[in-house]
């Protein structure tokens, strides 16, 4: 069992910049990825970015060239840098964790952008 605590968040206007962090821990081991999904009020949850423990990452194509995801495996956590936000980036964003079939999921952050 893998336990995700997210921290960060908040409310922010257009075109400013927010970040969010989540550390693991419980039974952590290598080869595992890490990543953000979101949640927008009546829609479905989506990705956002994961990351390897190998530090490949992969994007949403509404994240590219606004959003960085990095890991400090040390920390055995996950950060999100978001920039450029806009009012649509609005949701509650979750840490997930997935390493041998196992998934794990944060309690969520909300992140407000306001227009």
């Known amino acids: 069992q893998v336990q995700l605590v997210e921290s960060g968040g908040g409310l922010v206007q257009a075109g400013g910049s927010l970040g969010l962090s989540c550390a693991a821990s419980?039974?952590?081991?290598?080869?595992?990825?890490m990543g953000w999904y979101r949640q927008a009020p009546g829609k479905l949850r989506e990705l956002v970015a994961t990351i390897t423990s190998g530090g490949t990452t992969n994007y949403a194509d509404s994240a590219k060239g606004r959003f960085i995801i990095s890991r400090d495996n040390a920390k055995n956590t996950v950060y999100l840098q978001m920039n450029s936000l806009k009012p649509e980036d609005t949701a509650v964003y979750y840490c997930t964790w997935t390493g041998r079939g196992l998934v794990s999921w944060g309690q969520g952050t909300q992140v407000t952008v306001s227009s």
């Open positions: 419980g039974s952590i081991f290598s080869g595992n990825v």
